[in-house]
């Protein structure tokens, strides 16, 4: 994996929060479109889809 870059929640899916994103199978400088989205309190969420939706992994 590879980020750590802000994630702005454009779409919506995710309750308010402030968020952060990284890249999940990155290859030879392609992000393709699988990422962990994170945030400080503990919440991290998969997306397969580049952010069409989202899965909650884990909740601290």
């Known amino acids: 994996m590879i980020g750590g ?11 308010v929060d402030n968020y952060k994103e990284c890249d ?6 392609s992000r393709g479109t ?3 989205v994170y945030t400080d309190a503990g ?12 899965i909650l992994i884990y909740e601290q």
Request: charged letters at 20%; proline letters at 3%.
């Open 24 to 29: 999940v199978d990155y290859h030879d400088s």
């Open 5 to 15: 870059d802000y994630f702005g929640n454009n779409e919506g899916l995710l309750p």
């Open 43 to 54: 919440f991290v969420y998969y997306t397969a889809n580049h952010y069409e939706s989202f």
């Open 34 to 36: 699988k990422r962990l």
